[in-house]
């Protein structure tokens, strides 16, 4: 079962500011990818699970991070019905990400306090995942979207929480427009763990790009 609860993990997100996303079905080599954004100050990875067998690779991860990496909280990607969040919850994901708002996995999730993060396009969408008890709505695709929609969804709504994903990156203008926009964190994938890392196991340069960018981020919230 999750260790962190769901207003814990809410908490962590807007610290840091910074939610990494990656799949891999190679077990070492997550592990390595974990060690380097943990070391680089990350403690939260969402593992998007999209690959045959995911739900092993995951648990191995987890309970490697739970052994290795104090603190990190290890949540699961992807998500597209209530069975396989239950499998990832059973295997203890401390938080449960969408591509679209899915009341049957807001269910399963709240039953066990477990955070959820809805992707949602429109502002009846968020209304409908906050109505549910949504802590950080994700606005996916981020890239079609923009920061101005968040702009403009935070001035009748201060309250909302959101985390872009795709179309957020390192560097720091596209960053300050997002948190100039009001976002509460960012999931950041490729534009953080690229290809190039995980073909050359570069995971020296991962976790420097996960330093900088948090520190970045950190001087943006401020």
């Given at each position: 079962m999750a260790q962190y609860s769901r207003i814990e993990v809410a908490t962590v997100m807007k610290e840091s500011g910074m939610v990494p996303l990656?799949?891999?079905?190679?077990?070492?080599?997550?592990?390595?990818?974990?060690?380097?954004?943990?070391?680089g100050g990350a403690r939260l990875i969402e593992f998007t699970a999209r690959g045959d067998f995911a739900l092993e690779v995951f648990s191995s991860l987890n309970k490697y991070a739970i052994k290795e990496l104090p603190g990190m909280i290890m949540g699961v990607g992807s998500i597209t019905d209530a069975g396989a969040a239950s499998m990832f919850m059973q295997m203890g994901a401390n938080f449960i990400v969408t591509p679209s708002l899915r009341e049957d996995i807001a269910m399963v999730c709240n039953r066990r306090k477990v955070l959820w993060s809805p992707g949602c396009g429109s502002l009846t969408e968020i209304n409908k995942a906050e109505e549910l008890g949504c802590e950080i709505v994700k606005l996916f695709p981020g890239s079609t979207y923009g920061p101005g929609f968040?702009?403009?969804?935070?001035?009748?709504?201060?309250?909302t929480s959101v985390m872009p994903t795709g179309g957020v990156s390192t560097e720091e203008s596209n960053l300050?427009?997002?948190?100039?926009?009001?976002?509460?964190?960012v999931g950041m994938g490729s534009?953080?763990?690229s290809k190039e890392i995980l073909v050359n196991e570069n995971f020296g340069e991962l976790k420097?790009?996960?330093?900088?960018?948090?520190?970045?981020i950190k001087k943006l919230q401020a």
């Amino acid at each position: 079962m999750a260790q962190y609860s769901r207003i814990e993990v809410a908490t962590v997100m807007k610290e840091s500011g910074m939610v990494p996303l990656f799949y891999h079905p190679d077990i070492e080599l997550g592990k390595k990818v974990l060690k380097a954004c943990y070391d680089g100050g990350a403690r939260l990875i969402e593992f998007t699970a999209r690959g045959d067998f995911a739900l092993e690779v995951f648990s191995s991860l987890n309970k490697y991070a739970i052994k290795e990496l104090p603190g990190m909280i290890m949540g699961v990607g992807s998500i597209t019905d209530a069975g396989a969040a239950s499998m990832f919850m059973q295997m203890g994901a401390n938080f449960i990400v969408t591509p679209s708002l899915r009341e049957d996995i807001a269910m399963v999730c709240n039953r066990r306090k477990v955070l959820w993060s809805p992707g949602c396009g429109s502002l009846t969408e968020i209304n409908k995942a906050e109505e549910l008890g949504c802590e950080i709505v994700k606005l996916f695709p981020g890239s079609t979207y923009g920061p101005g929609f968040v702009k403009a969804i935070k001035g009748p709504q201060p309250w909302t929480s959101v985390m872009p994903t795709g179309g957020v990156s390192t560097e720091e203008s596209n960053l300050k427009g997002w948190f100039d926009a009001g976002v509460t964190c960012v999931g950041m994938g490729s534009k953080l763990i690229s290809k190039e890392i995980l073909v050359n196991e570069n995971f020296g340069e991962l976790k420097k790009k996960v330093s900088n960018t948090l520190a970045l981020i950190k001087k943006l919230q401020a």
